[in-house]
């Protein structure tokens, strides 16, 4: 057994390599694969791997271009929607977390001073509104802070779900 390789190997593989192995090789290195162990195992291998490699390449079957496109498309949409989709629910649940707070005040609000507030409608409830009921002054000296808060807190609830609705409208 030889550790050397044989003199004529590289010739042997730039006829493999350029695939002019048997068709144009010279007579002369075909007589030489014949007597040059090394050499023919060189030939043996790289066919198998050729062979292979043709064979693999024939069972790749592509998908049209248009769906390839339509595929990255709808994956940059879907990533595209996700990205906007993170702030916004964000923003959902510091809403949700302003509408617990604010709610959970005014039950602590109710619990230490009773229900005064349904006192409050019931003297703004008669037919004819009063002129006093109109007055910011009198509205918080008859207890009507609360609900002039409450009011201020929805209209910024409000605000700001139509903030969030129409930013996303626009992404």
Known sequence: MTFRPCSRQPEVREMLASGHWPQACPSELRAHLADCRSCAELLVVTQAFQQSRAAASAQVKLPPPGAIWWRAQLRRRNAAVE???????????????????????????QA???????????????????????????????????????????TLALLGAVAVYLSAEKQ
């Open 83 to 109: 990205r906007v989709g993170k702030p916004i629910l964000g923003a959902y649940l510091f809403a949700l977390a302003l509408t617990i707070l604010v709610a959970f005040a005014f039950a602590i609000s």
């Open 112 to 154: 230490r001073h009773g229900l005064r507030w349904l006192g409050w409608i019931g003297q703004s409830g008669s037919a004819a509104p009063h002129v006093d009921s109109l007055n910011l002054s009198a509205l918080l000296s008859s207890g009507g802070p609360l609900m002039v808060l409450i009011s201020i807190f929805a």
